[in-house]
């Protein structure tokens, strides 16, 4: 299950249903232990993981019907072919728990709000007597915050 | 902040609407600098998904709810909890819900539960915590997304899907409001009722799903036979189809039920091949031409043979020759016993690919000396076709087992895999293999003393997501 974050954040991210990424990533998974006999040794396996991930997402969206309106065909090519290979990592999971840490108070609790929680912009700005805009900007801001403090833990402890 | 990191906080929230969704593809499609930012936003919102995921603390359960959520990790374990979960059944489960009745209630509802929740994923409720189990008392429920699993005393069990406004007040109904479910009603929970607003559904022991939407219902039945009731109008379904109903004078029937529309309930079905070999059967007549009937090579059902006694009940099954005849030595190397499992019954579990097979069998054999065989095997062929003269293999499971001189110790096979959508029968067969060496002369046995018994086999489904069709989203949408 070492690639299982990996996939996860990969299917997730184009399909951005929670139920059915958990259902992608189990076909995924099926695949790629069918066909592990058919990946070559010595080529990139992350590539080859993403291509089979590709396949399940479209399957998906043509099964349900759901395909987001934002996501066409050309620009689901486009960005399956600039995935970051290290999309999800375990190691960049694990330089996250430590730079949530160093949020600020705010923006710790926003996001605490946010993915803890379950609330939306709305109900956040609503419970903190913020404006959404206000609320959206922080969560922005500390995404940001968030992705450069994982990165400069990874380069610190020599992950990368 | 720019306009793109709007966009992107926007899509993250799923609040993107129309046009700017048309608007965060064109930026997409025109900048490869916008897609890295894509990736970067999105990364980071997966993984604080999955962290805070993984930091919440465990919703309420109870005993049943723990049990029901155990994998069965031995056929011992899995026959004392069925056995356990009909002592409850028996003593009602009043008592177990009384003794959750006692505790700290976590979630504001108090009183006798009505059913449990005994499954989630990925559920949020207006007033229950996120992915909640446990025992629901009467209330009013909405859950707003996710699969949830509702279980009755009865046994009957319901998967809810978001969103979803019900009722739980009367013993054994369901007063649905709002959304979809998909149900299992076993035999003994025959009677069971989901309530709408345009009428009810009465089950008499079957797979069926309900939706609520657009001022009417959808009753769609997948396995048995469900009533459909609107006043002063009843509609028996016996066979797959679907009802659509407003009231007593608004029925409708298109014929065609579609199980992949509704969620699915997590749920376990004995097969038919589940066997102790205490009855004689008649074997040796080679491959069986039908399902539900053992046949195959030279065999026998006995109660004891050279020391040997079954692992339950009072018989086994005895191989004896690779070949039809009993004394007639062979080339081949197996004693092959095969039976036919017909799936049918279960299409609307397997064509969701959501259904997982488990087989297992004993084997033992006697002690013997350093030519006594001692390899045995267990086979499903899994086939496509509407019957077994026209069956077309698409996948086999397999696999085998040395077993040691101990001639009281049974030792356990079991093959697992997920069923291709497609399936349709299964081939089962139990092998004893002349792996020593296929030393018999003419007029002699080939088999010294080796034997199956406890032969179990069983479909294990997962709670999974319905579908709404597209056109129903559209009129919902119109609708409010």
């Not at chain 1, 992608?24 to 695949?31: A, C, G, P, R, T």
């Not at chain 2, 709810?65 to 994998?71: D, G, I, N, V």
């Not at chain 2, 049918?344 to 259904?355: C, D, K, T």
């Amino acid at each position: 299950m070492r690639n299982y974050g990996k996939i996860r954040a990969f299917v997730g991210s184009l399909v951005r249903d929670p139920v059915a990424t958990e259902d992608i990533v189990h076909n995924v998974f099926l695949v790629v232990t069918k066909k592990a006999d058919s990946f070559k040794l010595g080529t990139n396996f992350t590539a080859w993981v993403f291509s089979i991930s590709r396949f399940e997402v479209l399957r998906h969206f043509d099964k349900s019907k759901k395909q987001p309106r934002w996501l066409s065909q050309e620009l689901l090519d486009m960005l399956v072919s600039e995935a970051p290979e290290v999309l999800g990592d375990s190691s960049r999971q694990v330089a996250l728990r430590r730079c949530i840490e160093k949020l600020s108070p705010r923006s710790k609790q926003l996001i605490h709000h946010r993915y803890m929680d379950g609330m939306k912009t709305g109900a956040i700005a609503k419970s903190i007597n913020w404006t959404p805009q206000a609320v959206s900007v922080t969560l922005s801001r500390a995404r940001v915050a968030l992705r450069e403090c994982v990165e400069k833990q990874i380069r610190r402890e020599g992950w990368a | 902040m720019d306009r793109l990191d709007t966009l992107l906080e926007q899509l993250l929230n799923q609040e993107l609407s129309e046009e700017e969704e048309a608007e965060f593809k064109a930026l997409l499609l025109n900048s490869a600098e916008a897609r890295r930012r894509f990736w970067d936003a999105s990364e980071i919102d997966m993984m604080l998904r999955e962290h805070h995921d993984a930091e919440r603390p465990p919703p309420p359960t109870v005993a049943a709810a723990a049990a029901a959520k155990k994998k069965w990790t031995s056929p011992v374990a899995f026959a004392v909890s069925i056995c356990l979960l009909g002592i409850l059944l028996l003593l009602g489960w009043q008592a177990l819900f009384n003794q959750s009745r006692n505790q700290e209630p976590k979630h504001g509802f108090v009183g006798a539960p009505m059913a449990e929740v005994s499954g989630s994923r990925d559920t949020t409720w207006q007033q229950l915590p996120k992915q909640f189990e446990g025992p629901l008392p009467a209330g009013e429920y909405h859950l707003q997304t996710g699969i949830t699993q509702l279980h009755w005393p009865s046994g009957a069990t319901a998967a809810l899907q978001g969103p979803a406004h019900f009722v739980l007040k009367e013993a054994e109904v369901l007063d649905l409001l709002a959304g979809q479910a998909g149900l299992h009603v076993p035999e003994g929970a025959i009677g069971f009722i989901v309530r709408t607003p345009n009428g009810d559904v009465v089950d008499h022991g079957t797979d069926f799903g309900v939706r609520v939407a657009d001022n009417k219902t959808d009753a769609h039945l997948f396995a048995g036979e469900i009533e459909v009731v609107s006043g002063e109008q009843r509609l028996r379904l016996s066979d797959p189809g679907a009802v659509a109903f407003r009231d007593a004078t608004d029925f409708s029937t298109d014929g065609s039920a579609k199980p992949a529309s509704f969620p699915l309930p997590r749920q376990e079905r004995i097969l038919a091949v589940t066997s102790g070999f205490d009855q004689p059967a008649r074997w040796g007549s080679g491959r069986p031409q039908d399902f539900g009937i053992w046949d195959g090579d030279a065999a026998e059902v006995v109660s004891s043979f050279g020391g040997v006694r079954p692992k339950e009940g009072s018989g086994m099954l005895r191989f004896i020759a690779s070949a039809a005849g009993k004394t007639s030595p062979s080339e081949l190397i197996a004693s092959q016993h095969l039976y036919w499992i017909d799936i049918a019954p279960y299409r609307h579990l397997v064509e969701r690919g959501a259904v997982s097979i488990s087989l297992a069998c004993s084997f033992n054999r006697v002690k013997g000396d350093r030519s006594t065989d001692t390899q045995f095997g267990i086979l499903a062929n899994i086939y496509k076709g509407s019957g077994v003269k026209d069956a077309e293999e698409i996948q086999q499971f397999t696999k085998k087992l040395h077993t040691n001189a101990n001639e009281k110790d049974w030792e356990r096979v079991e093959i697992n895999g997920i069923l291709p959508p497609e399936c349709t029968m299964i081939e089962l067969e139990i092998h004893a293999y002349e792996n020593i060496t296929n030393n018999v002369q003419s007029g002699e046995i080939e088999f010294a003393g080796h034997f199956a018994d406890s032969l179990e086999g069983r479909l294990m489904v997962d709670l999974r997501a319905g579908f709404w069709p597209e056109d129903e989203i559209l009129q919902m949408e119109k609708g409010r």
